[in-house]
């Protein structure tokens, strides 16, 4: 399983630095833009951030800015990318970072009690930010190393995760470490793919565990998100910040049920409250609760 633990490193860096992806955030000295990057990235597809990336560094272009503004423009700023959440999270963290005159913790346990940081993106500031020799595991790189010196039976299989912080830690070089990061992301986002792995062309093909037994796994059931007459509730959110961007007087809430769904109906209202309660907590709306339904009113945070 591990006799190839030393092997890879030469393989990995030439692939590198001819296959390398050219992104907009690698290289950067800004910390603040190494931090939006990796906040970024969690759980969206890099194409993605490329067009979000700079559209939300001209609105925001520090994060002295990005502190000050409104949680609301923010969210706004943030549309396309999903998952709202994270902005108003990125939000809160340049806030404790501007408090604290903008000095970024060196050490993972003090950025694990910032908003919006988990153990990997904690450990990509520690290398990105500090050049500390780290490693980093994101689900690239866990497939990656899984299928490299595990033989996993089909390519939906991979290890434990803490299994691979443990793996990633062994084989982590003595120099070049970000690079090094960077290139193994590289390797799982574009060849070692989740389906349908690109082994021939794979740097590591003659030393990969997996390379001659990995079959590729059947298509799963769809996993089906919460929502309304087929459409996720996700999307139901990012209509109501829209609506609500392009109408700073509000809506009543049937007029926004209606506004969001065409096919809105009194029966729909418990629905509708349940997403409006949610958007009010992340601060991006106030709900204007009446004696009625008719009565009650939505409006910007």
Sequence with gaps: MRRH??????????????????????????????????????????????????????????????ARARRRDVVLAWRGMGYNNRAVRLHALASVLVERDRRIPSDA?????LPGIGKYTAYAILSSVHGLPVPVVDVNIRRLLSRVFWRMPSTADMRDESEIWRMAQRILPRRGVYDWNQALMDIGATICKARRPLCRRCPLTGLCASRTSMTEAPRGARKTEPGLDGVPNRIYRGRIVEALRKKETGFGMEALGREIHPEFSADDVPWLESLLEALERDGLLRLRRGRTLKDSRVVPS
């Design 5 to 66: 633990e030393g092997r890879i490193i030469s393989p990995v860096r030439r692939w590198y630095r001819r296959h390398g992806r050219a992104l907009p955030w690698r290289g950067e000295s800004d910390p603040y833009r190494i931090i939006l990057s990796e906040i970024m990235l969690q759980q969206t597809q890099v194409s993605r951030v490329l067009g979000a990336y700079p559209r939300f560094l001209r609105r925001f272009p520090s994060i002295r800015s990005l």
């Design 109 to 113: 346990a003090s950025l694990l009690e």
